[in-house]
């Protein structure tokens, strides 16, 4: 009984320790410096006083330039030099008025080689005219990743897990080999105005170092 009291006061003050290291900044990634060991990294470009996380968890700012914002978080990397990552791009579309379909620009929202989670939407401008209700696709299939949304006022959101649910088209499910942009299809006719903000979860990987 003294030795398992022991050990857990052991653990409570090791797990009070880990709380009161300060979590690394947002963007502080770490580069591989090469040489015999893969596990070498350099925090912060090497900023002396840095707080890093480990090698196989790092946050990687990719760009956080205007209205996209695009992330990817190193989960594991592999001795042989592979790498997996969880990642996210987040876009602010204004709708086309001059048709019932928008397409999101460049960088894609549906990166190449990756298999995309969840694709997200919040209305941020009320979406006005014909348009009766609004969904997330391919261009492709139209409602890959939501379904029809009829509440068009700001703050409506949708959670896209369709793809999950698509057994029989394989180009509908998560997979996604070549990059590719998300359409955003109005039902009832061309809307007058909106904007939706729209993010994008995926998971993507890196082939072995030579």
């Known amino acids: 009984m003294t030795r398992v009291k022991s050990f857990c006061v052991s653990l409570v003050l090791s797990l009070a320790a880990l709380a009161l290291i300060p979590a690394p900044a947002f963007g502080q990634g770490q580069t591989y410096t090469g040489g015999s060991n893969p596990n070498s990294f350099t925090c912060n470009g090497g900023?002396?006083?840095?707080?890093?996380?480990t090698p196989d968890i790092s946050w990687i700012p990719l760009d956080t330039n205007g209205p996209l914002q695009?992330?990817?978080?190193?989960?594991?990397?592999?001795?042989?030099g592979s790498k997996l990552f969880f990642g996210t791009v987040s876009q602010d579309v204004t709708l086309n008025t001059g048709a019932t379909t928008t397409v999101?620009?460049?960088?894609?929202?549906?990166?190449?080689?990756?298999?995309?989670?969840?694709?997200?939407?919040?209305?941020?401008?009320?979406?006005?005219?014909?348009?009766?209700?609004?969904?997330?696709?391919?261009g492709t299939t139209a409602a890959r990743f939501t379904s029809n949304n009829t509440t068009l006022t700001?703050?409506?959101?949708?959670?896209?897990?369709?793809?999950?649910?698509?057994?029989?088209?394989?180009?509908?499910?998560?997979?996604?080999?070549?990059?590719?942009?998300?359409?955003?299809?109005?039902?009832?006719?061309?809307?007058?105005?909106?904007?939706?903000?729209?993010?994008?979860?995926?998971?993507?990987?890196?082939?072995?170092l030579p």
Do not use: H
Request: aromatic share 4%; glycine share 12%; net charge neutral.
């Open 104 to 138: 999101t620009g460049t960088p894609s929202m549906l990166p190449a080689n990756s298999i995309i989670l969840a694709v997200n939407g919040t209305v941020t401008v009320a979406i006005t005219g014909s348009c009766t209700g609004w969904e997330f696709g391919d």
């Open 47 to 53: 900023v002396v006083g840095s707080t890093c996380m």
């Open 70 to 80: 695009t992330a990817a978080a190193q989960l594991v990397r592999n001795l042989n």
């Open 154 to 208: 700001a703050g409506s959101s949708s959670i896209g897990i369709n793809q999950w649910n698509q057994i029989t088209t394989a180009s509908a499910q998560p997979g996604q080999p070549a990059a590719g942009n998300i359409t955003v299809t109005c039902a009832g006719g061309n809307p007058t105005a909106g904007k939706i903000r729209i993010t994008t979860f995926y998971l993507t990987s890196t082939a072995p």
